[in-house]
């Protein structure tokens, strides 16, 4: 069969005329300071104050979140729409910069304005404890709302329907996890399973939800909340306190006295036993970083394609429409491959924090844990 490809080519030379992905047009492009890819890729990645929908500069439409701070003893609130992407105070609040970028610093005046460019303010202190609302916060609270309204809703099918077939929302949810107690938390647990499957079960969908939305370049989606190495951090750090808390007695005799190694990689210089202490912080290092590489490498690879467009269009507006092309058919097969990635990172970590949960709670071993 045959398949006409002129509309879908035309499609896609539209798209890019109309610069659907752009953060800014190539004349105004070459009218300002230039594209900088750089700073345009990183503020995609990173957190902010606000959540950006399109536009730039001062045509960009951002949702305003709210800034929350404790300064001096005293409660501060008000909308981040007030600092004006950094280029405002309000009452003596500003962004920082340089490096002190990405914090709210409190001027050595109650100053609220525009601030100059090149101007220098003098800065009284950063603000310490700032529970602002960013936009990872925001998809934080977003993501738990979806796993929430999902299970809640598939719950009330069973128990509403419990004897017809899975359908909706039912029939994605329980293959998945029936797959995941079958291939993964059973045989890693034995039966210690139902103790630790609400938390590995919780786990993977809400990286997988998060995941999926990072992918979606319109609002709820885009924010690179498992691409944030504090998120990923505190994921594995939950999993390394469940799994050394849970831990039974024969897995830290196997530690300190590692089964089948020579007596003189355990006494008197303990290198065996150090190696495997240093093990119970590697596990959940790994963890982090493996979620937090591959999560914020994709998007990054995904915006590089994109900022090709105004590179090339800088030096030419035709070799700018003719890479563009190029440019989004990569960014669509990049969207897929990020698509299977996003179901691959939430499985790989499942699957390492049930094999170290249940590594930790195995009570006992065939191999004899004395000195060799």
């Not at 500003?94 to 525009?114: C, F, N, P």
């Not at 139902?194 to 939800?209: D, N, Q, R």
């Not at 995904?302 to 563009?324: K, R, W």
Request: glycine share 8%.
């Amino acid at each position: 069969m045959r398949y006409n490809m002129k509309p879908f080519i035309k499609l896609l030379f539209l798209f890019a005329l109309a610069g659907v992905f752009a953060p800014k047009n190539v004349q105004a492009a070459k009218e300002e300071k230039g594209f900088e890819a750089g700073p345009f890729i990183l503020e995609h990645v990173t957190d902010s104050y606000g959540w950006h929908i399109c536009g730039e500069g001062d045509k960009s439409v951002t949702i305003p979140l709210p800034i929350i701070l404790v300064d001096q003893g005293r409660l501060v609130c008000f909308s981040s729409g007030k600092l004006h992407h950094g280029e405002a105070a309000y009452e003596g609040y500003a962004m920082g910069w340089g490096d002190q970028k990405g914090a709210i610093v409190k001027l050595s005046d109650d100053y609220t304005g525009h601030l100059t460019p090149g101007t220098e303010y003098a800065v009284d202190h950063v603000c310490k404890f700032n529970i602002s609302i960013t936009k990872n916060v925001c998809a934080l609270f977003i993501s738990l709302i979806l796993i929430a309204w999902i299970f809640l809703s598939v719950a009330r099918q069973y128990e509403r329907h419990p004897d017809e077939a899975p359908r909706g929302l039912q029939g994605f949810v329980e293959p998945v996890i029936v797959f995941l107690q079958d291939e993964v938390i059973n045989p890693s647990l034995g039966d210690r399973a139902p103790k630790y499957t609400p938390y590995l079960l919780t786990l993977f969908f809400f990286i997988l939800l998060n995941n999926m939305l990072g992918i979606i370049p319109i609002f709820p989606g885009g924010a690179n909340l498992t691409g944030n190495i504090a998120v990923t951090g505190i994921l594995a750090l939950i999993t390394f306190f469940i799994t050394n808390i849970s831990a039974k007695k024969e897995y830290w005799i196997d530690i300190f006295n590692t089964p089948g190694v020579p007596w003189w990689l355990k006494l008197p210089a303990p290198i065996m036993p150090f190696v495997e202490l240093i093990g119970i912080f590697t596990k959940p290092f790994v963890l982090m970083v493996r979620l937090f590489a591959n999560i914020t490498a994709g998007h990054i690879i995904v915006l590089g394609f994109i900022s090709l467009i105004f590179i090339f269009g800088q030096m030419s507006p035709a070799i700018g429409y003719s890479v563009s092309l190029v440019s989004i058919l990569f960014y669509i097969f990049m969207g897929v491959l990020e698509l299977l990635v996003a179901f691959i990172q939430a499985f790989v970590f499942t699957l390492l924090s049930a094999i170290y949960i249940g590594t930790a709670t195995e009570e006992h071993h065939e191999e004899s844990t004395e000195l060799a």
